[in-house]
């Protein structure tokens, strides 16, 4: 049965507990244990599907479909364990499982409360599979205090009661502000989060406190007494120039030794770090720089397009160069001319998106750079801009558009070269939506095979030609243009096991342009960088090299 780790935080949120939960993740890993790592979310939408991602970041999507929140994009990244859709749960799904529960009657006439019901609800899923694992990672969504975060905080200490003594273990993240006018490190706050953490029932046996410089012995000391845990249990976090940094930090902090000595885990295997020292030697020293654009829409948040970053600066680990990726709104181009907005970068990235603002700037992009031919990678809608733009501009068609640009009925200002989704095949049998159903759920979602063409690009990028990747939409290319497109130079290169719905396009007569209708951000690791992003930036630092 797994040992259980609860990581809470508390005293401001964005502290980084889904970076901590993470690199601890992947420390035990280097130890050779095995972990699966979840995320308990206080909000009431039942999934992160369908919130927009300035609120909420980017919505990270799963092998078996499911629509998570971006933490468990760290998860992936730090430990290469594929999340699953019962790795991610809000308070929503909570709650309307329980009420669907009612309606069926299962409750046997019982009142239905928070306590039990929605308690047992959590316990149960936090108990999913916990015969798989050594260790199972749970973070609490929110800070201890809030309100909706009760009901999980009150089902994390019933769980440490039902377990046996020892098999679960709890890790505080706090803050310790710095008063520059004092030059002091406060501790108070921390306090004040175990106080409040206490009085529902928890004790932190661990406390991970986000500074921006090391903690000094009589601080530690101080938070040790007052907050009732050993002084080598407090640990700090100081900030990093690089995320990557966070397992070899924590590990230099005794985080790991820590949680083995918590479990009385004696002799603790040693740690392998190679891996990360790897993956700091290239972050940290870096032979060149290449700069790419990314045009899009949701610019104001970079955690809206947190695993396109990360990809990015994964590519260019593998080529052993930073990645400079700035952020450009599609909407200038609508506006003004974009070459001299995109002139100087090295390589050209649209992300996926949902809606129509914004789209004839990024159909300019990638005009822009087809014609220049500067490598460019559209992902999702980046790759449905790509059709359009050749469709228009090679293929003669003014009016080619997507139908989900047309949004009011019987409008037809577009011939839809991208239409609505609304039958495909997933295993043996095929999945059938209508226009109205419910916005939450509807898409395309998960893990799907495509085969390549043989000897194309994507085919040697990939080195082979069966390949799997995650989706996430709601229309398609439609195949009826394919030969119109490739005769004006757009292959069709990737296509779903039947034939019918495009997955990659690519430009013959150029050195790098590649649509993909998938989100191969998603599978990039630091220390498994994805094939189209480490061949993506190889091909932005030719760019650079020429330039
Ligand atoms: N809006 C497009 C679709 O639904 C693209 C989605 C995306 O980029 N993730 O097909």
């Known amino acids: 049965m797994a040992r259980f780790i609860f990581i809470t935080g508390g005293v401001v949120s964005s502290l980084g507990k889904g970076l901590a939960s993470a690199a601890l993740g992947a420390l035990l890993q280097s130890r ?151 030059g002091e490190l406060k501790t108070k706050p921390t306090q004040h989060s175990v106080k409040e953490l206490r009085s529902i029932g928890l004790a932190p046996d661990i406390l991970v406190c986000r500074s921006e410089g090391p903690i000094p012995t009589k601080e530690r000391e101080k938070l040790a007494l007052f907050c009732n845990v050993r002084p080598d249990s407090v640990i700090a976090a100081q900030d990093l120039k690089s995320i990557y940094e966070a397992p070899l930090a924590y590990h230099r902090e005794g985080l790991d030794q820590a949680v083995l000595d918590a479990f009385q885990i004696s002799p603790a295997p040693r740690p392998d770090l190679s891996k990360w020292e790897d993956v700091a030697d290239r972050i940290y020293n870096p032979e060149g720089e290449v700069k790419v654009a990314i045009v899009g829409k949701y610019t104001q948040l970079e955690d809206a397009y947190k695993s396109i970053a990360e990809a990015l600066t994964h590519g260019g680990m593998h080529n052993r160069v930073k990645v400079r990726a700035e952020w450009i709104d599609a909407e200038i181009f609508e506006r003004e001319d974009a070459a001299p907005h995109l002139e100087g970068y090295h390589a050209i990235l649209i992300p996926g998106g949902f809606g129509e603002r914004g789209t004839e700037g990024k159909i300019k992009a990638a005009q822009f750079a087809r014609e220049r031919k500067v490598p460019y990678l559209g992902i999702c809608l980046g790759m449905q801009m790509a059709v359009i733009e050749a469709a228009r501009n090679l293929a003669g068609m003014s009016k080619a558009g997507s139908e989900e640009f047309d949004h009011e009925a019987g409008q037809k200002r577009f011939e839809p070269v991208v239409y609505h989704l609304k039958e495909w095949v ?122």
């Open 32 to 182: 050779g244990f095995s972990v699966r790592l979840r995320k308990l979310d206080p909000y009431l939408n039942v999934d992160p599907g369908t919130m927009s991602p300035f609120e909420h970041g980017e919505v990270f999507v799963t092998d078996d479909g499911a629509e998570t929140d971006l933490d468990l994009g760290h998860y992936e990244r730090f430990t290469g364990v594929a999340a699953r859709n019962t790795d991610s749960v809000s308070s929503g799904r909570i709650y309307s499982t329980v009420l669907e529960k009612e309606r069926r009657g299962d409750y046997l006439g019982k009142t239905i409360q928070v306590i039990p019901h929605v308690t047992n609800e959590i316990k149960d899923f936090i108990s999913i599979g916990e015969d798989e694992v050594d260790f199972m990672l749970c973070e609490i969504g929110g800070t201890v205090g809030d309100i909706e975060g009760l009901p999980f905080f009150e089902a994390i200490r019933q769980f440490s009661q039902d377990k046996p003594r020892g098999q679960c273990l709890f890790m505080h993240l706090t803050l310790l502000p710095f008063i520059k006018a004092s």
């Open 426 to 547: 997933q295993g043996n049998y095929t999945v059938r939506r209508s226009a109205t159903d419910d916005k939450g759920g509807t898409m395309r979602l998960g893990a799907y095979d495509a085969v390549l063409t043989e000897g194309c690009r994507v085919a040697q990028v990939y080195g082979g030609t069966a390949i799997e990747e995650r989706h996430r939409h709601r229309y398609e290319v439609d195949i009826k243009y394919r030969d119109q497109l490739e005769k004006v130079g757009l292959k069709f290169t990737g296509m779903s096991p039947d034939g019918r719905l495009p997955e990659i396009v690519e430009c013959a007569d150029h050195p790098w342009y590649i649509g993909v209708q998938f989100h191969p951000e998603l599978k990039s690791k630091p220390f498994d960088p994805h094939p189209l992003f480490a061949d993506f930036v190889r091909a932005a630092k030719e760019t650079s090299r020429l330039v």
